[in-house]
C-alpha cells in the first residue's frame, strides 16, 4: 500500500537520527539535572562520613562518628523538635485557617475574586522580603503588634528575644505568606463537589454542620491529603524567613534542620556535620515524598 | 613539662619583637609619622633598634598596583574609611584600594574570608576580629607579617603594645591592629540627674545594684536602667570583663576551660540576677546602642567603637565611665585588626602592607578613632593629633585612660573558633531563659572543650 | 495524571444554588465583614509596610505609635536606594531571572517535546529519572554544588547562580502532561507535509500550548526572582547580588534603627513581583496550584 509505506519504513528500520535528536533535546536538562541534583545527593551522603573544613585538601573518614555525634546532642534533639514543631503548627495553621477562608469566599460575594487574589499575593512574594517586613510588625516597642496589643492594655511579648516567642513569630510569617496557596485549592476542591449532595442532605434534613462534616469534609479529603504533604514539605525547607528573620535564635529556639545545615556548612565550616544534618533531612523528606507519590496513585484509581 | 602555654609563647614573641621584630626607629620612618611622632617614648626607644638594612625576602618587591580591602565598616564607619582610602590614593597613587563590604559583622567578614579561600577570591587586606584571626592562623591562610613589617619600617613600638600583641602567637606578629576596642559603661546624664545620682558611673557592681534601683523607680513602662547586649553581638566580651572582676575566667591560656570555679558561677548569676530579681535590668532586643540612643535604657556596657555615633545621634547628654568593679578591676580589649592573607602574591602583600601601614600612621588612626571612636593605635596619636579633641570630647578619654587597665582576652573566647558563640549562647540561657549559670556553665564548658579538641588542638599539634 | 481545574474564569463562576445556604441580610453582612476583616488583616503588614516607608524617623520610633505618616516623606526611598546600590540589585536579578527563566524552560520544552513526539526506546525511564528530581531538595544539595562552583572557578559569576538550577523536572512534567492532550491528526499531518522537529516545535506544538506555556514560564520566574538561599552562598559581593540579598545588605546596613528606609527597601522588592503577578494572576495562580486538583 503506497499510501502507509513512508510511515511503515521508518517505523521497520532503527529510527538513530530520531534517537539522535532525542539524545540531544534532553541532554542538557540531564546533564544538570545530573552534575547539579543527583552527584551531589551522592556526594553529601558521602560527606557525612567524613570531617572537613572546605579549605583542608584532606578530609578525614571519621565513619559513623558524624551520625553518632548528631544523634546524641541535646542541641541537635532541640533542633529536630523545632523541625517538626514548626512544620506542625504550620501546616495545621496553614491548613486550617486557609479551608476556613476558602468555605468563605465560595460563597456569592461581591469582591471575592478581589479577596482572592489579594489573599494570595503574599504567596508570589519573596520570603526575605516578607521575613523583614514582619520582623518590623513584631518589633516589641513600634511594630505593629505591639501598638495593637498596647491599644488592649497589655504590652507586647519580646518576639525577637524571648525563646518562648520567637518561634509563634516566624510561624506566623510562614502561615501568612503560604496562606492564599491554601485558600486557592481548597477552593478549587470545593468547586468539585456536586451540588446535587448537598441538595440531598437538606432533603434528609441535615443542618449546616452535618452537611459540612458529612458532604463537604470527605470530598475534600483528597485536596487536603496533598496540600497536607505539600505543606510538610515546604515547611521543612524553609529558610529564607528564618534566616532574614532569627538566624536560628534566641538560643536556637527556631534554628530547623534546613537552617542547621546553612549554619554548620557556611558558618561554621563543619562540612561532615552539616552533610549529616542534610541526609537525616533527605530522608525525612523522602518519607513524605513517598506518601505524596502513593497519595497520586490512589488518586488516580480514584476517577 | 612543655604544655603549651600562651603567656610563655607571648613571652617569646615580645623579645623576638625586642630584638629583631622592631628594627625599625622614628629616625628611619617617612616623614608623615616621624613629625607627629618625634619626642615620643614609643619612637625614643624604637630609634634604638638594629635598623641596618637587613634584608628580607621582599626586599626589592614592587608594590602590586591595586589592593582589595574586606571591611565590615565596624560601627558605621563605611564614610571614614572611605576618607582614609582617598587620603590614601592622594600619597600612593600607583596603588590602587578597592574597599568591599564583606558582611554585616564580624562573623560575617570571617565566613566569606572562608568561602572566599574555598573558591580562591581572596582580598589583600582583610578585617579579621579578635575571635577570628586566630582560625586562620591555625588553618595557615593568613601570612606572618614581621617581614613586611621590617621591610616598610613600621614605626612598632609607638603602636599601643596590648593591641599589637593581641595578633602575636608562636613568636610572629599574624595581624596589626585597627578599629580597637574596649568595653565602655555609658550612661544617659539626664535620667542620672532625675534619680538624683552624682555625675560619675558606679564604681562598683553593689553601687550600681543601688542605683539601679533608683533609676527603675523612674524608668517608664519598657524603660530600664541598664540593658545587656546579645549573645550574638560580644556578649561574651563585654562579660569577659565582669567574670574577671568577680575573680574568674573563662580558661587559661592553656585552654583548660575553668567555668566551673564559684567565681564564674557568681558572675553569672550576679548579671542573671540584673534582670531577675533585681529587675532593673534587660537584655536588648536589637542593638543596645539603639536603645540607650532612644532614651530606653539609662545605661550600657557597649564598645568603644560606636561611641561617636551615640555622641552624635544622642538627644541627651552623654556620660562615659570606666567598668564597675567587684573583687578587682577587668577590662578586655577586643575589636578587629587587619590581616594579609598568604595565599596572595608577594607584590599584594608589600602593597597591602603599604596601605595598612598608612591606616596606622598618628595622623590617621587619630582621624579614625575622633570619627568612628575606636582607640587610637598609636601612642603618639593621642599626645599629637588627637589631644585638642580630646579636651573638648572627655568622653573619649575615659575611653583612652581605660585601655592601659586592660588585659588580653581569655584562650577559650579568642582562640577557639566558634568559642565567643558558645560563651554568647551560655549568657543568653542565664539571661534570657533565666537558666541557674551552675547548671548553664557545666554545658559550655563541656561544648568549649570538645570544640578544642576537635578544632585546635590537631591543628596546634601540627 | 493530574491539572489545574481552578482557572480564573471557573473561579469567577458563582454557584448560584449555594445562595440558599446562608440566609438573610443579617448573614450576608456577617460574611462581608468577614471577609473584608479577612482581607485587612491579610493586607495589613503590606499596608504597615508602605506606611512605615513613607514615615519621618521620628513617626516610626515614638510612642504611642503613628498609624498612618503625617505627609508622604520619600526621603526613605531615596536613602534606600543610595544605601546599598539597588539598580545593580535589579539589573542583576532581571539577569538571573531572564537567562536562568530562558534555561529552565528551554530545557523543560525541549525534554518533554522529546519525551511526547520522538522515539527512544525505553523513554518511560527517562521520564522517570527527571522526576525522581522532585525528591531531592536544593538544601539537601547545597555544600558539595557549592564545591563544584568552586572549583569551576563560578563562585560570584552569574553562570554560578543561574546553571546549577538550570535543569527542570516539574516544568518538564508540566509540559509533557501537555503536550500529551494534544490532537494527534494536526502533528500527523505537519509529519506528513515534512515539517523538521524544530520546526513543528515552533510552529504547531507551542503555538498549541501557550497557555501552559506561560504558566511554566510565569512560576518559573516567580521563583527565580525570590530565591534566597543558592544566591547567598554564590554571590559574595554585590557585583552579582540580587534583590532578595539586596534587601538582606539593606537590612544589616540600616538595622532595626531605621525601618523607615528598610521598609522602602522591602517595597522596592515586593512592587515589580506583585505587579507581574495582579497583571497575570490566573496563570500564576493556575500554575503554582498546578497538580492539586485532577482536571
Known amino acids: 500500500m503506497t499510501f502507509d509505506r513512508g510511515r511503515g519504513d521508518t517505523r521497520r528500520a532503527t529510527p538513530w537520527r530520531e534517537y539522535l535528536l532525542f539524545l540531544l533535546f534532553v541532554a542538557p536538562n540531564v546533564l544538570l539535572l545530573f552534575f547539579f541534583t543527583y552527584k551531589p545527593l551522592y556526594e553529601t551522603v558521602r560527606l557525612s562520613f567524613y570531617n572537613w573544613d572546605l579549605i583542608s585538601p584532606v578530609k578525614i573518614w571519621v565513619g559513623l562518628d558524624n551520625y553518632r555525634n548528631y544523634f546524641d546532642n541535646d542541641t541537635n534533639r532541640y533542633i529536630i523538635r523545632n523541625t517538626f514543631v514548626f512544620s506542625f503548627a504550620t501546616v495545621v495553621g496553614t491548613l486550617v485557617i486557609g479551608l476556613g477562608l476558602a468555605l468563605l469566599l465560595n460563597r456569592p460575594l461581591r469582591g471575592r475574586n478581589a479577596a482572592r487574589t489579594i489573599l494570595f499575593a503574599p504567596y508570589v512574594v519573596s520570603g526575605a522580603a516578607i521575613g523583614i517586613v514582619w520582623l518590623f510588625v513584631f518589633d516589641p516597642r513600634f511594630g505593629l503588634v505591639a501598638a495593637l496589643l498596647e491599644r488592649l492594655g497589655t504590652t507586647s511579648p519580646n518576639w525577637y528575644n524571648d525563646p518562648n516567642w520567637a518561634m509563634p513569630m516566624v510561624i506566623i510569617a510562614f502561615v501568612w505568606k503560604n496562606l492564599g496557596y491554601a485558600v486557592v485549592v481548597y477552593i478549587a476542591g470545593l468547586q468539585t463537589i456536586p451540588l446535587e449532595l448537598y441538595e440531598a442532605a437538606r432533603v434528609d434534613g441535615a443542618g449546616a454542620w452535618a452537611r459540612f462534616r458529612h458532604v463537604t469534609i470527605p470530598h475534600l479529603s483528597p485536596v487536603t491529603f496533598f496540600l497536607l504533604v505539600t505543606s510538610i514539605l515546604s515547611s521543612m525547607q524553609a529558610f529564607d524567613i528564618i534566616r532574614v528573620m532569627t538566624q536560628g535564635g534566641p538560643l536556637d529556639a527556631t534554628k530547623t534542620m534546613v537552617y542547621q545545615v546553612y549554619e554548620q556548612g557556611f558558618v561554621n565550616y563543619r562540612v561532615g556535620a552539616a552533610s549529616t544534618v542534610a541526609t537525616v533531612l533527605f530522608i525525612f523528606l523522602l518519607a513524605a515524598t513517598v506518601l505524596q507519590i502513593r497519595f497520586l496513585e490512589r488518586r488516580v484509581h480514584y476517577s | 613539662m612543655s604544655t603549651l602555654s600562651r603567656r610563655n609563647v607571648l613571652g617569646l614573641a615580645a623579645g623576638a619583637a625586642a630584638i629583631g621584630i622592631v628594627g625599625c626607629g622614628g629616625d628611619d620612618s617617612p616623614k608623615g609619622s616621624s613629625t ?101 592562623y591555625l588553618a595557615k591562610t593568613i601570612a606572618p607579617v614581621d617581614d613586611l613589617l621590617k621591610e616598610l619600617k613600621v614605626d612598632l613600638p609607638d603602636y599601643q603594645e596590648t593591641l599589637v600583641k593581641d595578633y602575636q602567637y608562636d613568636g610572629k606578629q599574624w595581624a596589626m591592629p585597627f578599629a580597637r576596642s574596649t568595653p565602655l559603661f555609658y550612661y544617659n546624664k539626664q535620667k542620672w540627674q532625675a534619680a538624683g545620682l552624682p555625675d560619675r558611673g558606679p564604681k562598683t557592681w553593689d553601687e550600681m545594684d543601688e542605683w539601679g534601683g533608683k533609676l527603675q523607680a523612674k524608668a517608664g513602662s519598657g524603660e530600664y536602667a541598664f540593658t545587656h547586649v546579645k549573645g550574638d553581638s560580644y556578649a561574651a566580651w563585654t562579660f569577659q570583663g565582669i567574670i574577671w572582676q568577680f575573680g574568674g575566667r573563662y580558661s587559661d591560656p592553656s585552654f583548660k576551660i575553668l567555668l566551673d570555679s564559684q567565681e564564674a558561677i557568681d558572675a553569672g548569676n550576679y548579671v542573671r540576677s540584673q534582670v531577675y530579681s533585681k529587675k532593673y535590668a534587660n537584655v536588648t532586643a536589637n542593638s543596645e546602642t539603639a536603645d540607650f540612643i532612644a532614651g530606653t535604657t539609662a545605661s550600657i556596657l557597649s564598645s568603644t567603637g560606636g561611641l561617636a555615633g551615640v555622641l552624635r545621634d544622642a538627644k541627651f547628654e552623654v556620660g562615659t565611665a570606666f567598668y564597675p568593679e567587684k573583687k578587682q578591676f577587668g577590662c578586655p580589649t577586643g575589636g578587629a585588626g587587619l590581616a594579609i592573607p598568604d595565599a596572595i602574591p608577594d607584590a599584594n602583600k608589600v602593597a597591602a602592607m603599604t596601605f595598612i601601614k598608612f591606616l596606622g600612621e598618628p595622623e590617621n588612626t587619630s582621624y579614625y578613632s575622633q570619627n568612628v571612636g575606636y582607640m587610637p593605635v598609636r601612642k603618639s596619636a593621642i599626645t599629637g593629633a588627637m589631644a585638642e579633641f580630646l579636651k573638648t570630647k572627655p568622653q573619649f578619654k575615659t575611653a583612652i585612660e581605660q585601655l592601659s587597665k586592660t588585659q588580653s582576652q581569655d584562650s577559650a573566647r579568642v582562640y577557639i573558633p566558634g568559642g565567643d558563640a558558645i560563651l554568647g549562647k551560655g549568657l543568653e540561657r542565664m539571661l534570657l531563659n533565666n537558666e541557674d549559670a551552675r547548671n548553664v556553665w557545666p554545658d559550655v564548658k563541656k561544648e568549649l572543650e570538645s570544640a578544642y579538641q576537635n578544632d585546635v588542638r590537631p591543628k596546634l599539634k601540627a | 495524571m493530574a491539572r489545574a481545574v481552578a482557572t480564573g474564569a471557573e473561579l469567577q463562576q458563582p454557584k448560584p444554588r449555594q445562595r440558599v445556604a446562608w440566609r438573610g441580610a443579617a448573614g450576608a453582612i456577617a460574611q462581608y465583614g468577614l471577609m473584608v476583616l479577612c482581607v485587612i488583616v491579610i493586607f495589613a503588614p503590606l499596608l504597615w509596610m508602605v506606611g512605615a516607608s513613607l514615615k519621618t524617623r521620628q513617626e516610626i520610633y515614638s510612642l504611642p505609635i503613628s498609624w498612618l505618616p503625617s505627609s508622604l516623606h520619600w526621603e526613605n526611598y531615596r536613602q534606600a536606594w543610595t544605601a546599598v546600590p539597588f539598580e545593580r540589585y535589579f539589573f542583576n536579578s532581571l539577569v538571573t531571572t531572564i537567562l536562568g527563566s530562558a534555561l529552565k524552560v528551554t530545557n523543560g520544552v525541549l525534554t518533554a517535546y522529546a519525551l511526547v513526539f520522538l522515539r527512544f526506546p525505553r523513554k518511560d525511564l527517562v521520564f522517570l529519572a527527571i522526576l525522581a528530581a522532585l525528591m531531592v531538595p536544593e538544601q539537601v544539595v547545597l555544600i558539595p554544588n557549592y564545591v563544584l562552583v568552586s572549583e569551576l572557578n563560578w563562585v560570584n559569576t552569574y553562570q554560578g547562580i543561574i546553571i546549577p538550577g538550570g535543569g527542570v523536572a516539574f516544568g518538564t512534567f508540566l509540559m509533557r502532561q501537555h503536550f500529551l492532550t494534544l490532537p494527534k491528526e494536526v502533528i500527523e499531518a505537519a509529519r506528513i507535509d515534512g515539517a523538521g522537529h524544530l520546526r513543528m516545535l515552533w510552529t504547531i506544538v507551542l503555538p498549541m500550548s501557550r497557555p501552559t506555556l506561560i504558566t511554566f514560564t510565569l512560576i518559573t520566574v516567580v521563583a527565580k526572582w525570590n530565591e534566597y538561599v543558592w544566591p547567598l552562598l554564590v554571590a559574595t559581593d554585590d557585583k552579582v547580588r540580587t534583590l532578595p540579598l539586596g534587601l538582606t545588605q539593606l537590612q544589616n546596613s540600616e538595622g532595626q534603627t531605621q525601618w523607615g528606609v528598610v521598609m522602602a527597601g522591602a517595597v522596592f522588592v515586593i512592587v515589580p513581583i506583585l505587579a507581574l503577578f495582579v497583571w497575570s494572576q490566573r496563570h500564576v495562580v493556575e500554575g503554582l496550584t498546578a497538580g492539586s486538583v485532577k482536571g
Open chain 2, 36 to 136: 607627629t611622632g618625634a619626642g615620643t617614648p614609643g619612637t625614643g626607644t624604637g630609634g634604638t633598634g638594629t635598623s641596618s638594612a637587613s634584608t628580607t625576602k621582599f626586599s626589592g618587591v614592587k608594590p602590586a598596583g591595586q589592593v582589595t580591602f574586606w571591611s565590615v565598616h565596624p560601627a558605621n564607619s563605611k564614610a571614614v574609611e572611605e576618607e582614609l582610602i582617598t587620603r590614601f590614593q592622594a600619597k600612593y597613587p600607583e596603588i590602587k584600594v578597592k574597599l568591599e563590604t564583606a558582611g554585616a559583622n564580624y562573623a560575617e567578614v570571617s565566613q566569606k574570608f572562608n568561602a572566599g579561600l574555598v573558591a580562591k577570591q581572596i582580598p589583600d587586606v582583610v578585617m579579621l576580629s579578635d575571635v577570628w584571626w586566630f582560625k586562620y
